[in-house]
């Protein structure tokens, strides 16, 4: 998979060359291209921004800028690349949308920093691509670069090859197949003693049926505890 990503603050990236997801970029599962918005500035002062219509406060990110850095980047890239664009007024990110993501060839994140991106950018973009814009959370970060670490490591996880053990992703939190969406319970390890606390004995009975039922319930108790809003969606609860 392609990750292209737009930004005035390419440093602010490093991460994404650390652990997985540097090991994801070495064996070329990821290709990760970071930009520097500023290069498509066209004054001596390398200005990417600019005073908002309508008055306020701020700086707005200026749509000429942003359109020549989107043209020239695309050059070549398949038609189905989607642009993601990091917003508190998107959409939630969710498990559910990384999976989606999991499946496309190629996305190109565009990092705001300020008010935000010019509005026409993406109306003018979402005629020939699809324009996706995403919110991690329901609070407001000062720019898109930490938003496009999250989806990067969100996404790149589930790429074929880049967990140690695929089978781990299935039971984390959120995963469909085993857990149906509910959040995973407690996790425990050597050693079985620690400042007087043991590890419940259901763990170290060697009984797999036993196990897995504790987990189970487990999750049950944890997703209607601290997600009440995800509700009961284990498929088993379901029926
Ligand atoms: N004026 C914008 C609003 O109120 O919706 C907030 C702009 S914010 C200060 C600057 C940039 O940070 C945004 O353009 C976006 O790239 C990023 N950002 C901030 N919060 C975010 C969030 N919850 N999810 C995704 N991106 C976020």
């Not at 939190?173 to 050693?191: D, H, I, N």
């Amino acid at each position: 998979m392609r990750i292209d990503i737009v930004t005035v603050f390419p440093e602010y990236l490093a991460p994404a060359r650390l652990s997985l997801l540097g090991k994801a970029i070495t064996a070329g599962t990821l290709q990760l291209h970071v930009h520097d918005l500023r290069d498509w500035a066209t004054d001596r002062h390398r200005t990417i921004d600019d005073t908002p219509f309508g008055g306020g406060p701020g700086m707005v990110m200026r749509p000429d800028v942003w359109g020549q850095a989107l043209d020239d980047i695309l050059v070549g890239l398949p038609s189905d690349t989607r642009i993601v664009v990091p917003t508190p007024a998107g959409v939630p990110f969710t498990q559910r949308s990384v999976e989606q993501y999991v499946e496309v060839p190629g996305v190109i994140l565009a990092c705001g920093r300020y008010e935000g991106i010019d509005e026409r950018v993406w109306e003018h973009f979402g005629e020939r691509f699809a324009v996706d814009q995403i919110s991690i959370g329901d609070y407001v970060l000062a720019g898109g670069e930490v938003a496009s670490l999250v989806f990067l490591e969100a996404v790149a996880r589930l790429l074929p090859g880049v967990l140690g053990n695929e089978e781990s992703a299935l039971d984390d939190s959120f995963a469909k197949q085993r857990t149906g969406g509910a959040l995973e319970g407690p996790v425990y390890t050597k050693p079985r003693s620690w400042r007087g606390l043991d590890v419940p004995t259901v763990l170290v009975s060697g009984d797999h049926g036993k196990v897995a039922s504790w987990r189970a319930s487990e999750s049950t108790r944890r997703t209607a505890r601290n997600r009440p809003d995800l509700g009961s969606l284990r498929p088993e609860d379901q029926e």
